[in-house]
């Protein structure tokens, strides 16, 4: 035993000694290598059942706290902003996309908006092609709301082509119809009035290929709709089902990471119907939490998947833990 001891006291030693010598001190130092101020390839794989689910991420957007939360006062934004850590002048938000492989379709939940919304969002097509995962391959584009960080991103930058060429679009009734109106109520609102001649562009050029879904209906096989409006008139989270499990995805029913669950009855600047969207935040973030589901988020920190816990009266996100192994 003491032979064993004064071997590993003596092996330590040498050791030690070995860091603190200068050779080796300067080839350590000569060995640095530049920073390079880049980030690797943003995608992350999940099985779900006999489904493969792989979240590509767009880049982030950032949005003011006074526009998105407008009648908390100033005082009571600053205190959940900081005390998440966050910043609190503006909110960080994540672009997190889903690419569903069901082994018959490929279907992609939202399309990010090719950086026309803001140059930090453009991260997409970088990101599918990281991931082998080709534009050509992509037959099902489901999208939750024509706001631009989820419907842009449909066609290139000019808006003269589709970005997902075989593409079928899905989009719910209530949504198409209410972005479709000619003589549209946000026509001369200020930013919703650029928002509105822009779908209209963009949609333009995939009109041809899109599809209308009432809530509740399956877009193909396991993956249907779920009527969540509020945020919009049309807005659709998702239910994924395979093999017994189940994933329900948000779209923009949350976004930050503090304020919609410890605040869920916060009125949000960006909800069209105001008071609708609180109902419907309430409501989803109750369901998930009663029926412990995983839940893919579109907005939280990035793979965004986690779950949603009771916290008294409100609640709090509970992130997945990250999975290196299929």
Same mark, same amino acid.
């Given at each position: 035993?003491?032979?064993?001891? =004064?071997? !590993?006291?003596?092996?330590?030693?040498a050791i030690l000694a070995g860091v603190a010598a200068p050779g080796l001190l300067a080839r350590s130092s000569a060995a640095r290598i530049p920073v390079s101020g880049t980030q690797a390839p943003g995608f992350y794989r999940h099985k779900f059942g006999s489904f493969e689910?792989?979240?590509?991420?767009?880049?982030?957007?950032?949005?003011?706290?006074?526009?998105?939360?407008?009648?908390?006062?100033?005082?009571?934004?600053?205190?959940?902003?900081?005390?998440d850590f966050q910043p609190t002048n503006a909110?960080?938000?994540?672009?997190?996309v889903m690419a569903v492989n069901t082994? =018959?379709? !490929?279907?992609?939940?939202?399309a990010g908006s090719r950086g026309?919304?803001?140059?930090?969002?453009?991260?997409l097509l970088n990101n599918l092609a990281a991931a082998g995962i080709p534009q050509e391959a992509v037959d099902t584009v489901l999208i939750t709301h024509e706001h631009p960080d989820h419907l842009w991103g449909v066609t290139d930058p000019s808006d003269e082509k589709p970005t997902f060429p075989n593409a079928e679009y899905v989009i719910s009734e209530g949504e198409w119809n209410f972005w479709a109106k000619p003589d549209h109520p946000l026509a001369s609102h200020g930013i919703w009035g650029d928002v509105y001649r822009q779908n209209r562009k963009t949609i333009a050029v995939v009109k041809d290929r899109v599809r209308t879904a009432k809530a509740g209906e399956e877009v193909v096989s396991g993956i249907a709709t779920v009527s969540t409006p509020g945020h919009t008139p049309g807005h659709l989270s998702v239910h994924l089902a395979s093999n017994g499990e189940e994933i329900l995805c948000t779209g923009d029913v949350v976004g930050n990471r503090a304020v919609a669950f410890r605040h869920p009855d916060w009125r949000g600047g960006f909800d069209l119907d105001l008071d609708q969207g609180a109902k419907t935040r309430r409501?989803?973030?109750?369901?998930?939490?009663?029926?412990?589901?995983?839940?893919?988020?579109?907005?939280?920190?990035?793979?965004?998947?986690?779950?949603?816990?009771?916290?008294?009266?409100?609640?709090?996100?509970?992130?997945?833990?990250?999975?290196?192994?299929?």
């Open positions: 035993m003491h032979a064993r001891r =004064d071997f !590993l006291y003596r092996s330590a030693g689910l792989t979240i590509l991420s767009d880049g982030t957007i950032s949005l003011p706290t006074e526009d998105l939360w407008p009648e908390a006062s100033k005082e009571e934004r600053e205190a959940v902003l900081a005390a909110s960080i938000l994540q672009v997190n082994g =018959d379709h !490929l279907v992609l939940i939202d026309k919304m803001m140059p930090s969002a453009n991260r409501a989803f973030l109750e369901r998930c939490a009663s029926e412990k589901v995983l839940v893919a988020s579109y907005h939280l920190p990035f793979p965004g998947l986690g779950n949603v816990a009771r916290d008294g009266t409100a609640f709090r996100w509970v992130p997945a833990e990250m999975r290196w192994e299929m």
